[in-house]
């Protein structure tokens, strides 16, 4: 992750804390936390206490990002992960009909089956997985079956209740209180106080023309190019064209955009190196427009 230093510096803080209470408790976490054969025989007999507790309690804070589209907060929420050595999972708020897809079906009812929490640590056969929460705003409403949600929510994000949160398919207390809970929001607007009280706001800061800049030489670009099979040495990008790239229509505060504009601008230089022509293809200011479809935006 190029730039975005005081996000980063932020978390590792909270990591540093989070490792310094573990090694004070004379106890340590392992990488990974894979729920026994016995009990994974049936895919939802999930355990109720998990054998990695910390003496029954989590230091664990409750991470919320916010920030714009595209500025990289599910890519950091992965990157988190993957330092701790834990496996990944997410659950996107944004498609919750109602608290049923949280707490789970009970058995006895038709369409039975466990909440998105339970699915989760069923998905990464762990009990201490970093789950991301996305876009938690949208379950934030104060009515009818958004309200039920937000309530299971504040459930499991709390430390003092979490260690036996009960899905309505299991029936049985299960301990959350190891999973590292990462949420995301595009804004504060709406969410409650009793939200807020729970997590830490880390904010999301849109990258300027200069990150972009570097993000997109360095980073997305050799990636796509490795994904469409195309050597680096069969194109060649003048440096007046990435503004225009990084800028087609305005300002974007994410890099969403420009990728597309890349995964595009490659794509057709893909089609000119099969019809035959000339290779190096040197994408220039004056010849960008060819590459790069009219619907992805007026080059200004």
């Known amino acids: 992750h190029y730039g975005m230093e005081t996000i980063?510096?932020?978390?590792?803080?909270?990591?540093?804390?989070?490792?310094?209470?573990?090694?004070?408790?004379?106890?340590?976490?392992?990488?990974?936390?894979?729920?026994?054969?016995k009990e994974f025989s049936n895919p939802y007999n999930v355990p109720a206490v998990a054998d990695n507790r910390i003496d029954g309690t989590s230091k664990s804070p409750v991470l919320l990002f916010v920030g714009l589209q595209g500025v990289g907060k599910t890519s950091i929420a992965k990157s988190i992960a993957k330092s701790m050595g834990r496996k990944f999972a997410r659950v996107s708020l944004g498609a919750i009909g109602d608290v049923k897809t949280i707490r789970g079906v009970p058995r006895?009812?038709?369409?039975?089956?466990?909440?998105?929490?339970?699915?989760?640590?069923?998905?990464?056969?762990?009990?201490?997985?970093?789950?991301?929460l996305d876009e938690i705003e949208k379950s934030s409403g104060q009515k009818g079956l958004q309200s039920d949600v937000m309530a299971a929510l504040?459930?499991?994000?709390?430390?003092?209740?979490?260690?036996?949160?009960?899905?309505?398919?299991?029936?049985?207390?299960?301990?959350l209180s190891d999973v590292f809970f990462i949420c995301t929001?595009?804004?504060?607007?709406?969410?409650?106080?009793?939200?807020?009280?729970?997590?830490?706001?880390?904010?999301?800061?849109?990258?300027?023309?200069?990150?972009?800049?570097?993000?997109?030489?360095?980073?997305?670009?050799?990636?796509?190019?490795?994904?469409?099979?195309?050597?680096?040495?069969?194109?060649?990008?003048?440096?007046?064209?990435?503004?225009?790239l990084i800028r087609p229509v305005g300002f974007d505060a994410g890099i969403r955009q420009l990728e597309r504009n890349i995964y595009t601008l490659v794509r057709s230089v893909a089609?000119?190196?099969?019809?035959?022509?000339q290779i190096p293809i040197v994408i220039t200011e004056e010849n960008v427009r060819d590459f790069v479809l009219p619907d992805q935006g007026t080059l200004s």
């Open 154 to 175: 504040l459930e499991i994000l709390d430390p003092e209740q979490n260690q036996r949160f009960v899905d309505h398919y299991i029936d049985y207390p299960v301990n």
């Open 185 to 244: 929001a595009n804004n504060l607007g709406g969410l409650s106080a009793a939200l807020l009280d729970r997590v830490e706001v880390i904010r999301f800061t849109s990258y300027s023309d200069e990150e972009k800049e570097v993000i997109a030489k360095n980073y997305i670009l050799p990636r796509v190019l490795k994904e469409t099979g195309i050597s680096n040495q069969y194109l060649q990008i003048e440096d007046s064209v990435w503004p225009l």
């Open 271 to 277: 089609r000119r190196i099969v019809t035959g022509q």
């Open 8 to 37: 980063k510096d932020l978390i590792l803080d909270y990591l540093a804390v989070m490792q310094l209470q573990t090694k004070g408790l004379g106890n340590t976490v392992p990488e990974q936390a894979p729920m026994g054969n």
């Open 108 to 132: 006895y009812v038709d369409g039975a089956e466990p909440g998105q929490i339970i699915k989760s640590l069923v998905r990464t056969q762990s009990m201490n997985p970093v789950i991301l």
